[in-house]
């Protein structure tokens, strides 16, 4: 009976792409290369996944923007695995600690990336006033 409410508790890739706001493509990339793979498969084939499932998934999402590759999404992810053992090993708490210092320089970089686009909206802006297009002399002399 377990099983069973199990397996309705299992979300088909539509609705894991849906919550995760990843294509199915990038779904199914992911299971070939071994990042996420569905818990279970149904009869008919289709991926199903759980709710550890999706959180991964949301997991590399995040890491997604700060441009983690796909080996570090991996390794993250075993990270994570080891860190929530009674014994996780010190060498997983440094490790997760380097990867942290480098979302943190990644996310600096964005926050700077943000500000230039934000000066050039301004000025943009500031262009297409079209009190900034009168000039010096254009006054009515």
Same mark, same amino acid.
């Given at each position: 009976?377990?099983r @069973?409410?199990? +397996?309705?508790? /299992?979300?088909?890739?539509?609705? %894991? *792409? ?13 299971d070939e ?15 199903l996944?759980s709710?550890?499932?999706?959180e ?11 441009d983690?590759?796909? @080996?570090q999404? +991996?390794?993250? /992810?075993?990270i994570?695995?080891? %860190? *929530?053992?009674?014994?996780?090993p ?20 964005l ?25 010096p002399?254009?006054?009515?002399d």
């Amino acid at each position: 009976m377990d099983r @069973e409410r199990e +397996r309705q508790q /299992l979300l088909h890739i539509g609705a %894991v *792409a849906e919550r995760t706001e990843l294509s199915l493509r990038t779904l199914r990339h992911y299971d070939e290369i071994g990042l996420v793979n569905p818990s279970e498969r149904s009869e008919g084939g289709f991926r199903l996944y759980s709710e550890a499932d999706v959180e991964r998934i949301l997991l590399i999402r995040r890491m997604k923007p700060l441009d983690f590759t796909l @080996e570090q999404m +991996r390794e993250l /992810l075993d990270i994570t695995h080891d %860190v *929530a053992q009674p014994d996780a090993p010190i060498e997983a708490r440094q490790k997760l600690q380097e990867i942290e210092t480098i979302a943190i320089e990644r996310r600096a970089a964005l926050e700077k990336k943000v500000a230039m686009a934000d000066e050039f909206l301004s000025r943009l802006r500031d262009l297409s006033n079209p009190t900034h297009h009168e000039g010096p002399g254009t006054q009515g002399d």
